[in-house]
């Protein structure tokens, strides 16, 4: 067991008693101790192992404790109408606070006595100067490069596996890197992110890039000592709250007035508007006006307190129909199931939230909120352990396979990004990403093995 691991499984029991025996419900401090635990591990370890069960807790302690708590202590002056939707009430911290500790607690439950992890960095170094892992790589970038650009022309039935294919792009520079190119993995990505941040959509090349780093750090031989890599996340935050603070009005600027056509004249434009941020230097060092507009994005709670509010009063438990019906659907085609349940929020939404949402408009009740309003307070805090206990396996799973083969360990951004890290959507949608990644994945390794490259 890590030692990650065994500090959690100390400090989520303490934090439980004195919830529930003491009464002290300082939600801010709570998400921040455990936030406090997952980066100190995620920083000492980045570069030694795949930090990737890492990000999921510390996104998880984000989203449902430390962005919905940190307007708890915002000052009074920067509430609007805006903000006073982030400020939750206390019935809501009551459910997510066991929830989100039961859901690492799964995160962190062992499989078996052998820790796959720091074994496999080992293997994935000794894939440097395979040939054939090489050409895999060029392949694989090809097919995903493909389904980049005949996405929009597809049909719909099978748009979702071109966008699963989109992503081989980044797993065939994986390839490419491990295989012993390091220039030219690097080149393709930083090109692919000028082309993301140019279309202002800032998640596209911000996920790639850090993955790609997780992976980088492992091959490269220098290790960085940890006040460096200290720094380094310290600076990779302050970019992340300057990019959010600029993103919407790079996007008002480049979508909706025709102007500013071109990748270039976008890039431009977003140095402009990020030079004007670092010049208002009395906001930069507000630390409420900097952190809002980002803790804003990060506040999934906000969402799950509506279906608080909205069940069981106005609608009843759902008792695990969408649950259910989402394991279901995850596994039966839709061309034998033809009214399945549709991915997304929009239905959840109305139903369970009393939300409808315009056309545009993309929201969904998150895990959480699914895993109440099927099972009330105490069975969806029970559900997230389940949940994460299921996402704890796979990694564990992965691993165990990495360890015979290791290329395999770099497909986990395939099944990461869409299916496993992600607390905003629901269960069906991550279970049917991973589905058929899964299927998409397997059937591709099993081409590819039998081609002669």
Same mark, same amino acid.
């Given at each position: 067991?890590?030692?990650r691991?065994?500090?959690?499984?100390?400090?989520l029991?303490i934090?439980?008693l004195?919830?529930?025996?003491?009464?002290?419900?300082?939600?801010?401090?709570?998400?921040?101790?455990?936030?406090?635990?997952?980066?100190?591990?995620?920083?000492?370890?980045?570069?030694?192992r795949?930090?990737?069960?890492?990000?999921?807790?510390?996104?998880?302690?984000?989203?449902?404790?430390?962005a919905?708590?940190?307007?708890?202590?915002?000052?009074?002056?920067?509430?609007?109408?805006?903000?006073?939707?982030?400020?939750?009430?206390?019935?809501?911290?009551?459910?997510a606070?066991?929830?989100?500790?039961?859901?690492i607690?799964g995160?962190?439950?062992?499989?078996?006595r052998?820790?796959?992890?720091?074994?496999?960095v080992?293997?994935?170094?000794?894939?440097?100067?395979?040939? $054939?892992?090489?050409?895999? @790589?060029? *392949? +694989?970038?090809?097919?995903?490069?493909f !389904?980049?650009?005949? &996405?929009? %022309?597809?049909?719909?039935?099978?748009?979702h596996?071109?966008?699963?294919?989109?992503?081989?792009?980044?797993?065939?520079?994986?390839?490419?890197?491990f295989s012993?190119?390091?220039?030219?993995?690097?080149?393709?990505?930083?090109?692919?992110?000028?082309?993301?941040?140019?279309?202002g959509?800032?998640?596209?090349f911000?996920?790639?890039?850090?993955?790609?780093?997780i992976?980088?750090?492992?091959?490269?031989?220098?290790?960085?000592?940890?006040p460096?890599?200290?720094?380094?996340?310290?600076?990779a935050?302050?970019s992340?709250?300057?990019?959010?603070k600029v993103?919407?009005?790079?996007?008002?600027?480049?979508?909706?007035?025709?102007?500013?056509?071109?990748?270039?004249? $976008?890039?431009?434009?977003? @140095?402009? *508007? +990020?030079?004007?941020?670092?010049?208002? !230097?009395?906001?930069? &060092?507000? %630390?409420?006006?900097?952190?809002?507009?980002?803790?804003?994005r990060l506040?999934q709670?906000?969402?799950?307190?509506y279906?608080?509010?909205?069940?069981?009063?106005y609608?009843?438990?759902?008792?695990?129909?969408?649950?259910?019906?989402?394991?279901?659907?995850?596994?039966?085609?839709?061309?034998?199931?033809?009214?399945k349940?549709?991915?997304?929020?929009?239905?959840?939404?109305?139903?369970?939230?009393?939300?409808?949402?315009g056309?545009?408009?993309?929201?969904n009740i998150?895990?959480?909120g699914?895993?109440?309003?099927?099972?009330?307070?105490t069975?969806g805090?029970?559900?997230?352990?389940i949940?994460?206990?299921?996402i704890?396996?796979?990694?564990?799973?992965?691993?165990?396979?990495?360890?015979?083969?290791?290329? +395999?360990?770099?497909?986990?951004?395939?099944?990461?990004?869409?299916?496993?890290?992600?607390?905003?959507t629901?269960?069906?949608?991550?279970?049917?990403?991973?589905?058929?990644?899964?299927?998409?994945?397997y059937?591709?390794?099993?081409?590819?093995?039998?081609m002669?490259?």
């Open positions: 067991m890590l030692l691991d065994k500090i959690f499984f100390i400090t029991p934090l439980l004195l919830y529930y025996m003491f009464n002290i419900n300082d939600y801010w401090t709570y998400g921040c101790i455990l936030f406090g635990i997952g980066i100190f591990f995620f920083i000492r370890d980045i570069g030694h795949l930090v990737f069960k890492d990000i999921v807790i510390l996104m998880g302690v984000l989203q449902m404790l430390i919905p708590a940190y307007f708890l202590i915002m000052p009074e002056e920067m509430v609007n109408i805006i903000t006073q939707a982030h400020i939750l009430p206390e019935e809501y911290f009551q459910y606070f066991p929830a989100t500790c039961l859901l607690l995160l962190i439950f062992p499989f078996g052998k820790n796959y992890e720091k074994a496999n080992i293997n994935l170094k000794k894939m440097d100067g395979n040939l $054939r892992i090489r050409k895999e @790589g060029y *392949l +694989l970038f090809g097919l995903g490069l !389904s980049v650009i005949t &996405f929009p %022309i597809v049909p719909p039935i099978i748009q596996v071109f966008y699963i294919l989109k992503s081989f792009m980044y797993i065939g520079i994986l390839y490419m890197l012993g190119l390091t220039l030219l993995p690097l080149v393709f990505l930083l090109v692919t992110s000028f082309q993301g941040l140019a279309g959509m800032i998640g596209s911000l996920w790639p890039l850090a993955i790609f780093m992976y980088f750090l492992v091959k490269i031989k220098y290790k960085f000592p940890l460096l890599k200290l720094g380094l996340v310290m600076a935050f302050l992340l709250v300057m990019l959010q993103k919407g009005t790079f996007r008002d600027m480049t979508w909706f007035t025709g102007e500013y056509s071109s990748p270039t004249e $976008r890039l431009l434009l977003f @140095g402009e *508007l +990020l030079a004007e941020e670092f010049r208002s !230097s009395e906001q930069l &060092f507000d %630390i409420h006006e900097s952190t809002m507009p980002l803790f804003m506040d709670g906000y969402l799950v307190n279906t608080l509010e909205h069940v069981p009063l609608e009843p438990y759902a008792g695990g129909e969408t649950i259910f019906l989402g394991i279901a659907s995850a596994f039966v085609p839709r061309l034998f199931w033809p009214d349940p549709e991915s997304g929020g929009r239905e959840k939404m109305r139903r369970f939230a009393n939300r409808i949402l056309r545009k408009v993309s929201m998150g895990h959480f699914e895993a109440y309003v099927n099972f009330g307070r069975g805090a029970i559900f997230m352990f949940w994460g206990l299921f704890n396996y796979l990694f564990w799973g992965l691993a165990k396979l990495g360890a015979r083969r290791p290329h +395999l360990l770099l497909w986990i951004p395939a099944f990461f990004v869409g299916g496993i890290n992600t607390f905003g629901d269960v069906v949608s991550s279970l049917n990403t991973l589905a058929k990644s899964f299927l998409v994945v059937f591709l390794l099993w081409f590819i093995k039998r002669k490259l």
